[in-house]
């Protein structure tokens, strides 16, 4: 069964940075998308960024400030989110979809297996 596990989340001032990381276990990663999605109190799950084994997306709302990546041999993920902004705060999350899908962050209902989630503040 796919599990996955995010941390790095925290507290942050206005223009800081932090580092996610989403730790898979039962499955590898080659074969897999992972996605970052995140929801702000009162608001959707929207997607943030996601990664395949040749691509990667990210929301215009975030491109050029965050940076996906992943270490295959980790079975890690991780997320560098910098100039982070009020706004950014919210529970970031990460998922799967089944295997061999492609990373499409439109595409939210097929990610089917998620984390738990972490929390990630940035003010002031």
């Known amino acids: 069964q796919l599990q996955l596990v995010e941390s790095g989340g925290g507290l942050v001032q206005p223009g800081g940075s932090l580092r996610l990381s989403c730790v898979a276990s039962?499955?590898?990663?080659?074969?897999?998308?992972i996605g970052w999605f995140r929801q702000a109190p009162g608001k959707e799950r929207e997607g943030v960024s996601c990664i395949s084994s040749s691509s990667t997306d990210y929301a215009d709302s975030v491109k050029g400030r965050f940076t996906i990546s992943r270490d295959n041999a980790k079975n890690t993920v991780y997320l560098q989110m910098n100039s982070l902004k009020p706004e950014d705060t919210a529970i970031y999350y990460c998922?799967?979809?089944?295997?061999?899908?492609?990373?499409?962050?439109?595409?939210?209902?097929?990610?089917?297996?998620w984390g738990q989630g972490t929390q990630v503040t940035v003010s002031s």
């Open positions: 998922a799967a979809p089944p295997a061999f899908r492609l990373c499409e962050l439109s595409r939210i209902t097929d990610f089917d297996s």
């Open positions: 039962g499955f590898s990663l080659d074969y897999y998308v």
